[in-house]
Nanobody, 131 residues
Framework: QVQLVESGGGSVQAGGSLRLSCTTSGYTYIDNCMGWFRQAPGKEREGVAAISTLSGNTYFADSVKGRFTISQDNAKNTVYLQMNSLKPEDTAMYYC????????????????????????WGQGTQVTVSS
């Protein structure tokens, strides 16, 4: 059974930082992609970042480039999203997704997302940024 468990969300003031974690189990972690999405109330789910678990290559949405980084600890089957210089518009529920076909790097480049492509999701963790 595939499980993705996120942690690390919370409330911060604008300019602050948070680090999200996503630990996977029951999933062939290596030689795939892992990614982060977010969804604000009344908005569609959008991609934030992705990482190739084999190469370590990373990919970001334009809205977070230069502020967010994604990294991994393969020994722990864990992916991290370090979020710096947070803005109120970053407020959303953040979801981790397993991406065995590595769709998300392409979608991030295109700026268009099809969440139904992703079979495995975490439960989500709330990030709230106040001005």
């Amino acid at each position: 059974q595939v499980q993705l468990v996120e942690s690390g969300g919370g409330s911060v003031q604008a300019g602050g930082s948070l680090r999200l974690s996503c630990t996977t189990s029951g999933y062939t972690y290596i030689d795939n992609c892992m990614g982060w999405f977010r969804q604000a109330p009344g908005k569609e789910r959008e991609g934030v970042a992705a990482i190739s678990t084999l190469s370590g290559n990373t990919y970001f949405a334009d809205s977070v480039k230069g502020r967010f980084t994604i990294s991994q600890d393969n020994a722990k089957n864990t992916v991290y999203l370090q979020m710096n210089s947070l803005k109120p518009e970053d407020t959303a529920m953040y979801y981790c997704a397993a991406d065995p076909s590595c769709f998300l790097p392409v979608e991030l480049k295109q700026g268009r997302y099809t969440p139904s492509r992703y079979t495995y999701w975490g439960q989500g963790t709330q990030v709230t940024v106040s001005s």
